[in-house]
């Protein structure tokens, strides 16, 4: 009696030199591999010259056995490549200060609307959010930055993310800037959520700012985190309308909903591998 293997939700992701025959090549090696692909998108971008690809495909083959038939064909394009499982949630750190919308948005999709990550440990330059990280039942860890302990702080970090095998670490309303060798040690796995009020409303009380200013409009960036402060790949970004009746607290509030909503969206897309970098922008495949 034979046994039959079920087939495993595979998502490969990938970018190279832009050229003809790539999708043919990708699409007929997993065919050759008894691959039936459910999702496929692609992007050449006209100005970078580079193409852009993810596809999800069912397969009985190994990790092993599908990553040995892509080596061949990605060396021929010089292909950078992913290969992982629809669905795996990422091992993920959540980074935070004070404000707590961000975190409990976070840990709350994780929990009930399957946001595909695996919140390993929340850590905190003060300790305001220990108990709602307690809630939730993911453990915290306090380490706190000054001026005199910064690089001891960030070691420290690195040494957990290290500990925890850590994919992605979340900004979430961290209120400390990381240093140029911590963003490089995690160059691509750090994911950052601000106001889209700079650099017009730079340093306390951004939306107090903006409500004094009489602004129309207010929204949120979802970005991934670089040595430029704030400068980023841009991953999302929302808007909301606002008003002359509307209160600074008004403005706090409908600010800190779009800023929830913004991380969430990117944590996601990135979790599932549908965003790709393109130099200094990135490739969504929503």
Avoid at 65 to 82: G, Q, R, T
Avoid at 143 to 161: F, G, R, S, Y
């Amino acid at each position: 009696m034979t046994t039959e293997i079920s087939p495993t939700h595979w998502v490969l992701t990938l970018s190279c030199p832009d050229r003809p025959g790539i999708v043919h090549a990708v699409a007929g090696l997993l065919a050759e591999h008894g691959g039936n692909i459910t999702e496929s998108k692609q992007y050449g971008d006209p100005e970078t010259n580079l193409f852009f690809m993810r596809v999800q495909v069912l397969s009985t083959q190994s990790r092993e056995d599908l990553e040995s038939a892509i080596a061949p064909i990605a060396k021929e394009f010089a292909m950078s490549w992913n290969l992982d499982v629809v669905g795996r949630k990422m091992r993920t750190v959540l980074m935070v200060s004070k404000a707590a919308h961000a975190l409990n948005d976070l840990l709350f999709h994780q929990r009930a609307s399957g946001l595909p990550i695996d919140v390993v440990a929340v850590v905190g330059n003060h300790t305001d959010l220990a108990e709602l990280a307690e809630f939730y039942g993911v453990p915290f860890h306090h380490i706190p930055v000054t001026k005199d302990n910064k690089a001891q702080a960030e070691a420290d970090l690195l040494a957990l993310v290290s500990e925890l095998d850590a994919e992605l670490v979340v900004l979430a309303r961290y209120m400390q800037v990381l240093s140029d060798d911590l963003c490089r040690a995690l160059n691509g796995r750090v994911i950052n959520i601000h106001h889209s009020f700079l650099p017009s409303f730079k340093g306390a009380k951004p939306y107090h700012q903006a409500h004094h200013r009489g602004v129309k409009l207010i929204g949120a960036t979802s970005h991934y985190v670089t040595a430029d402060l704030d400068e980023g790949p841009i991953i999302e970004q929302d808007t909301e309308r606002v008003n002359h009746e509307m209160s600074a607290e008004q403005f706090v509030a409908l600010g800190q909903d779009v800023e929830r909503r913004v991380l969430s969206r990117a944590v996601r897309w990135h979790a599932e591998h549908r965003v790709l970098m393109n130099g200094d922008r990135t490739v969504v495949f929503r």
